[in-house]
């Protein structure tokens, strides 16, 4: 079946313009997991999706980002005001449900901010 | 609150040496321990995870309790084994997610 997907897969963005990046989870995951991955550097989680429950944004860095997910299906990530620092890849993960099951990730959005 | 350690950002090893890549986690309760590996222009993946106590690719990773740690072992190192490597931890509780460590790189040199 479909793994996870995620649009655009490169992105580039002049400094203070928003930018939205998506995410479509494997059909049946109830968990879904956004992070960042800067150039060498390791995987900073970002927002935590879990069904109906209140999302987990403690990973966000600033208040000019923020997420979205519809039910149990697609996210959105919007970075407004975009900054340098935010060039990263941008990885979605979905998993069966929370926690203990394993993660499937997406490929990634390289998002380069001139 | 639950804590994933990897002390190596780096770790070079010789082909067909040992390698060891250290995990230390921090949760009172019974934890979930996962090794998640990503190769160059590959999707991050799991490796392995506790529970199915099963090697793959010829590593292995016990679960220390009194010690704390997860850690990954493979008794002789291949160039193929080159990718970053993250340990990560979950619990069962239905508001938890999954802890990441921050990863460490291992470089095989031939």
């Known amino acids: 079946g479909a793994g996870v997907s995620q649009s655009p897969s490169n992105k580039v963005t002049e400094k203070g313009k928003d930018v939205e990046l998506r995410c479509d989870p494997i059909?049946?995951?109830?968990?879904l997991y956004w992070y960042r991955q800067r150039l060498g550097q390791g995987l900073e989680f970002l927002i935590y999706f879990q069904g109906n429950s209140a999302p987990d944004k403690s990973g966000l860095p600033s208040d000019r980002f923020s997420a979205e997910r519809t039910g149990e299906s697609v996210s959105t990530l919007t970075i407004q005001r975009t900054q340098q620092e935010d060039s990263a890849v941008y990885l979605c993960a979905s998993s069966l449900a929370q926690g203990v099951y394993e993660q499937y990730f997406g490929p990634g959005t390289r998002l380069t901010v001139t | 609150a639950q804590r994933v350690t990897q002390p190596e950002k780096l770790l070079s090893v010789f082909k067909g040496a040992p390698v060891e890549l250290k995990c230390n986690y921090s949760?009172?309760?019974?934890?979930?321990l996962f090794w998640y590996v990503q190769y160059s222009r590959q999707r991050l993946q799991l490796l392995l995870r506790h529970i199915s106590r099963e090697s793959i690719k010829g590593f292995t990773a016990d679960l220390n309790k009194g010690e704390t740690s997860f850690h990954l072992k493979k008794p002789f190192a291949q160039e193929e084994d080159s990718a970053m490597y993250y340990c990560a931890l979950s619990v069962l509780n239905r508001d938890d997610k999954i802890i990441f460590g921050k990863g460490t790189r291992l470089h095989i040199l031939p």
């Open positions: 059909s049946g995951h109830t968990a």
């Open positions: 949760y009172s309760g019974s934890p979930e």
